[in-house]
Structure formats: C-alpha cells, structure tokens
C-alpha cells in the first residue's frame, strides 16, 4: 500500500486537495469565533505549508528582498484565509488553486510594492539601502552619543 501511494503523485495530490477542501468546508460551517472554526483553520494553515504545493511567485526577483516579501505575502494569504473563508468555491478549483492564484496575484504583489522603497528618479536603485528597526536605533543611539560628546567638549571650552 505505500508503494502504491508512492508511485502514483497524482493520487497523493488529490489526497491533499481532498483533505484541504474538508477542512475550508469545515471551518465554512462552524461559527465564526468559535474555538472548532479556529482549529480548522490551523489546520488548514498547516497543511497548505507542509505541502510544498505553495508557488513562488516572481522568484529570481527582488534581490535581497525576495524571502522577506515571500513571507509577508504569505502571512497576508493566511490571515486573508482565515477571516474570508467563506470565499473559497469547491466549483471554481481546489483550495490550493485559490491560495496559489491570491498568492501570486493579490498578497506577492501588495507586500513587493510595500517593502521595496520608491526611489526617485535619477538615483540607482542598488545604491539605495533598506534600514531594519535595529539599525535605525543604533543609528539614532550614535547621534545621542555625538550630540552628548559635542555639548560636554562646548561645556569645557567654556570654562
């Protein structure tokens, strides 16, 4: 019987798809808020991440950028999922063709156009360094200590 699994991927994949759209039905038919629609839900979650079936979209792009943009589209796609399950339509395709198609064309899109920085025209684009939350406060850390250094250097020239 493993072999058998094994040696028929397009079986294996309809077993995802199959046990996918059970639990998008299962969380569309629970109340909303409930602790059962919320497990759903995480399972669903869970089971669209290890199934190695999410695309990547635009991959080759966005250098140095394209894995921090991957996974902010992919929280969006998941918070999107778990507040618009009722969207998903077994008659239209399987559960993974609905969150490959926001993916690539929704949530990929938004979250590049958020994180790159608009650069003005007449400057390179690869000059243009993008600052975590870290650096700006070393940054913001080392102008304290020269603004602090200039004042104490004032102070003694005054005396």
Known sequence: MV?????????????????????????????VGSQERRIALAALIQMLQESG???????????????????????????YLCEHIEGFNPQRGTVLDWANFLLSKRFFIAASREYLPVVPSGIDPKSVVRLSVDDLDRHQQSDRYTQATTIKGQEVRDL
């Open 3 to 31: 072999l058998e699994r094994w040696s028929n991927p397009i079986h294996e994949m309809s077993k995802i798809d199959e046990r996918l759209e059970g639990l998008a039905s299962s969380a569309q038919s629970l109340p």
């Open 53 to 79: 079936r999410l695309i990547r979209p635009f991959k080759g792009r966005f250098q140095g950028f394209y894995e921090d943009i991957y996974i902010e589209a992919l929280q969006r796609l998941f918070l």
